[in-house]
């Protein structure tokens, strides 16, 4: 495995680092000022024009739409390339969607691409590869345990030409964007079909009837405005059968697809956030005195920062394993590494930022710095595209599966699982 940067994602990654420098870091007071203005006026969920007016300046740089691989939409890039690009991005929260590379976006991207049909891609694909309208991915359900994405309720049933959906959902990341105009909706259209062909997803107009979005759920008090995670109900929806992806019974199979990129997405910016967190951590003690001497001098604070930069370096190397494997034996055949990656990165991140905050004193606790949000980020990331518990057995299974036999290991399955 050779992980050395290629020219062009060199030349990348200097453009990136220059934007944020010119761009993105100047910028995170007015980000957070402009939302609380909207909030204040009466609306948190409106777009904010920084983000839109970066847009235009990111475009005109040649980075956009870095994510998507294989594809003359995109930079053609390949996991393992995009790998550092995203750890760039992740180093502040809103930044990734001034590149349209940000989440649940980029993951509906790619399965509208790869699964769907040629007018979908007109009505929804493009419009989302130019940053013209947002999207969510509705999955997860309050009234089961989705952590096994087997219970999941939510029923789209056959209707003649149309598919009508019943259900009720939450934690759909982006679902409170006003752009956002489409969501991927995964339920079951064959409740008696064997348990993995139960679920199907269909595309699902935001603005459909029957569609009611109740209320923004919280991440430790951040509503994520004007992003949001929606509590979202459908009654009787209906909608053209022609927006069923891939096939009824097919929802585990796409959900396979999208999931795997998704997830290590997630832990390339959780390790730029743990970059950026350990360096407002050794900024912090060098500059504050405490017992006669700066507190980067206190044992405890070297050994914490020297554990936190092995422990940052050790999930960057097994990121970009898992994205050469990605790249090289498919998803399927990496799904050890997804599953391991997807352990290590929130738990990393979620104790350095801990760490971080704690050489902060109290001001840690506030948003006078990023360290609150982050933290918050970090650990709904230990649930998100699924839960550390899933993901070790799922590990735990392919190691015994090893000493059983090459055809016991094949039948292991990466969980399909987003909270």
Same mark, same amino acid.
């Given at each position: 495995?050779?992980?050395?940067?290629?020219?062009?994602?060199?030349?990348?990654?200097?453009?990136?680092?220059?934007?944020?420098?010119?761009?993105?870091?100047?910028?995170?007071?007015?980000?957070? %000022?402009?939302?609380?203005?909207?909030?204040?006026?009466?609306?948190?969920?409106?777009?904010?024009?920084?983000?839109?007016?970066?847009?235009?300046?990111?475009?005109?740089?040649?980075?956009?739409?870095?994510?998507?691989?294989?594809?003359?939409?995109?930079?053609?890039?390949?996991?393992?390339?995009?790998?550092?690009?995203?750890?760039?991005?992740?180093?502040?929260?809103?930044?990734?969607?001034?590149?349209?590379?940000?989440?649940?976006?980029?993951?509906?991207?790619? /399965?509208?691409?790869?699964?769907?049909?040629?007018?979908?891609?007109?009505?929804?694909?493009?419009?989302?590869?130019?940053?013209?309208?947002?999207?969510?991915?509705?999955?997860?359900?309050? $009234?089961?345990?989705?952590?096994?994405?087997?219970?999941?309720?939510?029923?789209?049933?056959? #209707?003649?030409?149309?598919?009508?959906?019943?259900?009720?959902?939450?934690?759909?990341?982006?679902?409170?964007?006003?752009?956002?105009?489409?969501?991927?909706?995964?339920?079951?259209?064959?409740?008696?079909?064997?348990?993995?062909?139960?679920?199907?997803?269909?595309?699902?107009?935001?603005?459909?009837?029957?569609?009611?979005?109740?209320?923004?759920? /919280?991440?430790?008090?951040?509503?994520?405005? +004007?992003?949001?995670?929606? #509590?979202?109900?459908?009654?009787?929806?209906?909608? +053209?059968?022609?927006?069923?992806?891939?096939?009824?019974?097919?929802?585990?199979?796409?959900?396979?697809?999208?999931?795997?990129?998704?997830?290590?997405?997630?832990?390339? &910016?959780?390790?730029?956030?743990?970059?950026?967190?350990?360096?407002?951590?050794?900024?912090?003690?060098?500059?504050?005195?405490?017992?006669?001497?700066?507190?980067?001098?206190?044992?405890? /604070?070297?050994?914490?920062?020297?554990?936190?930069?092995?422990?940052?370096?050790?999930?960057?190397?097994?990121?970009?394993?898992?994205?050469?494997?990605? #790249?090289?034996?498919?998803?399927?055949?990496?799904?050890?590494?997804?599953?391991?990656?997807?352990?290590?990165?929130?738990?990393? %991140?979620?104790?350095?930022?801990?760490?971080?905050?704690?050489?902060?004193?109290?001001?840690?606790?506030?948003?006078?710095?990023?360290?609150?949000?982050?933290?918050?980020?970090?650990?709904?990331?230990?649930?998100?595209?699924?839960? #550390?518990?899933?993901?070790?057995?799922?590990?735990?299974?392919? $190691?015994?599966?090893?000493?059983?036999? &090459?055809?016991?290991?094949?039948?292991?399955?990466?969980?399909?699982?987003?909270?």
């Amino acid at each position: 495995m050779n992980f050395d940067y290629t020219p062009k994602v060199e030349a990348l990654r200097e453009k990136l680092l220059a934007f944020f420098d010119a761009h993105i870091y100047p910028n995170e007071a007015v980000f957070t %000022a402009e939302v609380e203005r909207n909030r204040q006026n009466g609306n948190a969920w409106l777009p904010t024009e920084l983000i839109e007016t970066l847009k235009q300046e990111a475009r005109a740089a040649g980075l956009w739409n870095l994510f998507l691989p294989d594809s003359e939409r995109g930079a053609g890039l390949t996991n393992l390339e995009y790998a550092p690009l995203c750890e760039i991005m992740g180093r502040v929260p809103w930044a990734p969607e001034v590149f349209n590379c940000n989440a649940p976006d980029t993951g509906n991207m790619e /399965t509208i691409e790869r699964y769907g049909s040629d007018d979908n891609k007109r009505e929804w694909l493009e419009p989302l590869l130019q940053g013209h309208i947002r999207s969510a991915f509705l999955m997860t359900e309050p $009234e089961v345990a989705s952590s096994d994405a087997t219970n999941i309720q939510t029923r789209i049933t056959r #209707d003649g030409d149309h598919y009508v959906i019943n259900g009720h959902k939450w934690w759909s990341s982006g679902a409170g964007d006003p752009r956002c105009k489409v969501y991927i909706v995964m339920g079951k259209t064959d409740p008696d079909a064997p348990r993995h062909q139960q679920q199907s997803m269909i595309l699902v107009p935001a603005d459909a009837a029957g569609i009611t979005v109740h209320r923004p759920l /919280t991440l430790y008090g951040y509503d994520d405005a +004007p992003h949001g995670h929606m #509590d979202i109900s459908l009654d009787n929806v209906r909608v +053209p059968a022609s927006n069923l992806l891939l096939g009824e019974g097919r929802g585990f199979e796409i959900a396979q697809g999208r999931l795997g990129p998704g997830r290590i997405h997630h832990c390339m &910016r959780l390790i730029g956030l743990a970059e950026r967190a350990i360096e407002l951590m050794a900024k912090r003690t060098l500059q504050r005195v405490a017992f006669g001497k700066p507190i980067a001098e206190q044992t405890v /604070t070297q050994e914490r920062i020297a554990e936190a930069r092995c422990m940052i370096e050790q999930a960057r190397l097994l990121t970009l394993k898992t994205a050469y494997m990605m #790249d090289t034996v498919g998803n399927k055949g990496a799904r050890g590494e997804i599953a391991m990656i997807k352990v290590v990165a929130p738990n990393m %991140a979620c104790q350095i930022i801990d760490w971080a905050i704690q050489a902060h004193g109290a001001a840690g606790l506030c948003d006078d710095f990023p360290l609150a949000y982050a933290y918050a980020l970090a650990r709904t990331l230990r649930f998100a595209d699924g839960p #550390d518990e899933v993901h070790r057995n799922a590990i735990a299974k392919l $190691e015994l599966a090893r000493h059983l036999g &090459r055809d016991a290991a094949a039948r292991v399955d990466m969980p399909v699982t987003r909270s």
